[in-house]
């Protein structure tokens, strides 16, 4: 079946580890996103890829850091400068490079940080 | 960037109420999209809305696009348990996609 997976689906970090989040596609969209989601608020976009091998800072990039060495893969790290990791973090694909599509988003990632 | 302000924040209706969240920019849209999130669940695409005016239907769901392309309505007749979530517009900018902050809907049978 076609689809975005996030793993894992729950994680626990404790405070100054990095940690990696993982978003695959096989849908082979050209399209990718990040977002953080707090309990009850809207989606921040954190970064985002249209192409292979670029990317673009969202609103809130400090302490997140990013890849896209396939087209299918968007590895979301989490350093230990970001203050306030704790979150829920949803990965996002849309088919077309610079065209606004359908977004199919992933399970997402309940991090916490203990 | 920019972002959609949406309202309201929250919605509490009674089983077979009505039930419309707005969302409205300061600028122009070049397009919109819906989705909805189920408690504990991921967005799920409902609808992209495109022209001037339009106005598209699902079932029990109407979706509006404003005549300046500067705001944008969900209209949700005789509301259903399964209705429960929250709603988001999306708006495609210089090559991202930014979310409103949602209105989340809840009902009572």
């Known amino acids: 079946d076609g689809g975005i997976t996030q793993s894992p689906k729950y994680l626990f970090r404790k405070e100054g580890q990095n940690v990696t989040l993982s978003c695959e596609q096989n849908?082979?969209?050209?399209?990718m996103y990040w977002y953080r989601q707090d309990p009850g608020q809207g989606l921040r976009l954190i970064y985002y890829s249209q192409i292979v091998n670029d990317f673009q800072k969202g609103d809130i990039a400090e302490g997140y850091s990013v890849s896209r060495e396939k087209k299918e893969s968007f590895p979301l790290t989490v350093t230990s400068a970001q203050k306030n990791p704790t979150a829920f973090y949803l990965c996002a694909s849309s088919m077309g490079a610079f065209r606004w599509l359908e977004a199919f988003f992933g399970q997402g990632t309940r991090l916490t940080v203990v | 960037g920019q972002q959609v302000m949406q309202i309201p924040q929250y919605q509490h209706v009674q089983e077979g109420e009505d039930f419309t969240t707005y969302c409205n920019s300061s600028?122009?849209?070049?397009?919109i999209q819906w989705y909805k999130q189920r408690p504990g669940g991921h967005p799920v695409f409902l609808i992209q809305l495109v022209k001037s005016g339009e106005v598209k239907k699902q079932k029990r769901l109407t979706f509006q696009f404003g005549e300046a392309k500067k705001n944008s309505s969900l209209h949700i007749t005789a509301t259903q348990t399964t209705d429960v979530g929250t709603y988001f517009c999306?708006?495609?900018?210089?090559?991202?996609?930014?979310f409103g902050a949602g209105t989340r809907l809840t009902v009572k049978p």
């Open positions: 600028t122009t849209l070049s397009n």
């Open positions: 999306a708006e495609y900018n210089n090559n991202d996609m930014r």
């Open positions: 849908l082979n969209h050209d399209a």
